[in-house]
């Protein structure tokens, strides 16, 4: 009798560890969700029509698995590209925030800031993904080689 109720006691413990842990990261995801940290790629390259602006800074979001996002600096304006969907995205400066080298944000990527662009091409260049793209309200070819992230399972 006194073994079933320690067993009893056991599962009620472990069933309520787990649930303690999928709500603690149920309420993680949600205050993390919709925030991007954008680090800054400092071999990343940038041309507008063939030429390499004066000021320009290259940034990817910090989770990989959303790495077909990209923001661009261009002299003092910002853009946000999304790669996947082929479409850019104008950015006020006031909703980025500086940490140190790198910007926080929420979500940069609303229907009502896209910039009219076309003559997307995405294409691997070897050590890069070459991203070419007409923005119409400059009326200048955007191009952006993002270099691969190195790959150092095969190493193992």
Not at 30 to 47: E, F, H, I, M
Not at 56 to 84: C, S, T
Request: aromatic letters at 8%; glycine letters at 4%.
């Amino acid at each position: 009798m006194e073994l079933n109720v320690t067993r009893r006691a056991i599962r009620v413990s472990l069933l309520l560890v787990i649930v303690i842990t999928a709500v603690a990261g149920a309420l993680v995801a949600n205050a993390d969700s919709g925030r991007y940290l954008w680090k800054s790629v400092p071999t990343a390259q940038c041309k507008l029509d063939d030429r390499v602006p004066l000021a320009f800074n290259v940034f990817l979001p910090d989770k990989k698995k959303e790495q077909y996002l990209v923001l661009v600096l261009l002299g003092r304006r910002y853009l946000a590209l999304d790669i996947k969907a082929r479409r850019a995205y104008s950015v006020v400066p006031s909703d980025l925030t500086a940490k140190g080298a790198d910007f926080e944000s929420g979500d940069l990527f609303v229907d009502s800031r896209i910039l009219p662009a076309d003559n997307w091409s995405v294409r691997d260049v070897g050590p890069a993904e070459l991203v070419r793209l007409t923005l119409k309200d400059y009326g200048r070819v955007l191009q952006i080689e993002l270099p691969h992230m190195q790959d150092f399972r095969a190493v193992y």
